[in-house]
């Protein structure tokens, strides 16, 4: 008798056990996708975001595939945003002090750039020419 009691117990334990891991497993993984959401909500939110930027009518998006960087010195060839090589190769300087965004978004100079990176330029129009306001560092080519 005292051994079916130790048994019934040990069972007891056991199936509660299993129940608590259950339960515990459960509400990580309720919380883990909560923590996603949010965060993936952040990120749209996130001002350093590409698709946060609102246009003016001076502005427009070029997209380049760096072959050489030297500095500030650019020597990249202009893609469509699918890629596809759009126009020859071009020369450029990136303005000292322009913001480089990582695909984490977090803020950088262009230092962080290198020959292979795919980047989208947001580029303003001035009486000089096109100028380099800010630049996203969208993949490797």
């Not at 290198?114 to 580029?123: E, F, T």
């Not at 001035?126 to 969208?138: D, M, Q, R």
């Amino acid at each position: 008798m005292d051994n079916y009691i130790v048994q019934n117990k040990k069972k007891r334990k056991r199936r509660a056990l299993v129940i608590f891991l259950a339960f515990l497993g459960i509400a990580l993984l309720i919380g883990g996708i909560i923590w996603y959401r949010k965060r993936a909500e952040e990120a749209k939110d996130n001002a350093n975001a590409e698709s946060a930027v609102k246009l003016t009518k001076d502005q427009s998006w070029k997209y380049y595939s760096i072959g050489q960087i030297i500095g500030n010195e650019v020597t990249a060839t202009e893609i469509d945003e699918e890629g596809n090589e759009k126009g020859g190769e071009e020369t450029f300087l990136i303005p000292v002090g322009t913001e480089v965004i990582t695909s984490i978004e977090s803020v950088t100079t262009f230092t962080r750039l290198s020959a292979g990176n795919v980047i989208h330029c947001l580029m303003q129009d001035t009486e000089e020419g096109p100028v380099i306001v800010k630049i996203w560092i969208a993949g490797e080519g």
